[in-house]
């Protein structure tokens, strides 16, 4: 088996879930499994490796203080459980990697941060001056303020984009499960899968919830998703468990490898893909489709038959056809309510009647990618 792409890289994101470092729910963040993260991390950065850490743990962290015995299920306590715990993290994480003379940072992102163009950039020069400083960054989720509609939802998937955003050399998952398992662990005749190099190998693995800890909101579903966008931008990625991340960093046949299926490539249309959730849709003509799927064209007012949907000019938009079926997404140039007006016009016509500024693409190739 071949694991150099894990001894060889330069530039890691390393992921670990709220089950790693808090324990059973409704536990207090425990600072010793935080010290193995901050020692790892020092140990990658000692071969020359640059390291982002993508940490878990905020609400859970939280928890004890508030004296909930669970994770709550209602959005208005997980942001406050979030604003408690994401100080003590932070503070955790800063105290334990000063020691090994590491400077760190706190990165909160949501989806909104990073999907539209302007964000992006800045979400993009910022992480990579950081790093070209020496700096350590602790991202997570903004938690404390996301909305059910600007959420990444589990960190698995957020630390898989993130990957895409650094452009990272490998993506390492630490979880409460070692491996990825041919079925549940506990279940006889049950083995790990030591390395994924087609996700058609895996089609009939039995694929769990939820970690076992209740305090997560991910599970091996997310991490299989994660795997699949990191592989598909050419990141390979390591599933292995705190106390195997040793072995499994040194190269030892531990853990799962999925190897990168894809070559790297336009990472903001990936966030754009995997991140933004559509805020309405777009029904397009049969030429409309043809030209975008064939040509990698714009999309124009007079190839659009229907908009579905409230949302302002930014937000993202499912392009799709008259039977339903999605085939792009892409950041609208118009609000919701200003299209119906547009559709099926040139642009030349809907400049002539309603002025200039509607002589511009709906979605522009740019701000387009194909599902």
Known sequence: MNRQAITSAKRIVLKVGSSSLTGSAGSALD?????????????????????????SGAIAAG????????????????????????GLLIAKYNELLSKHSIVSSQVLLTTEDVVRRSHYNTA???LSRLLALGVTPII????????AEIRFGDNDRLAALVALLVQADLLVLISDVDALYSAHPSHPGSHAIRE????????????????????????????????????SAGTPMLLTSLAESDKALAGEDVGTIFHAQGSRTNSRLLWLAHASSAHGRLILDDGAIKAILERGVSLLPAGVTAVEGSFISGDTVELASKDGRVIARGLVAFDSHEIPQMLGRSTKELAASLGAEYERELVHRDDLVLL
């Open 31 to 55: 600072a010793a499994a935080v010290g193995k993260v901050v020692d790892l991390a020092a140990t990658l950065r000692s071969r020359g490796a640059e390291v982002l850490i993508v940490s």
């Open 124 to 126: 993009q020069q910022t």
């Open 63 to 86: 928890l004890a203080p508030l004296k909930l015995t669970s994770r709550p299920k209602d959005l208005p306590t997980q942001q406050a459980a979030a604003s408690v715990g994401q």
């Open 196 to 231: 994924v190099t087609n996700f058609s190998e895996i089609d009939g693995v039995e694929i769990g919830g939820a970690g076992s800890a209740g305090v997560g909101s991910g599970g091996m579903v997310t991490k299989i998703e994660a795997a699949r966008i990191s592989t």
């Open 140 to 147: 997570n989720e903004n938690d404390s303020v996301g909305t």
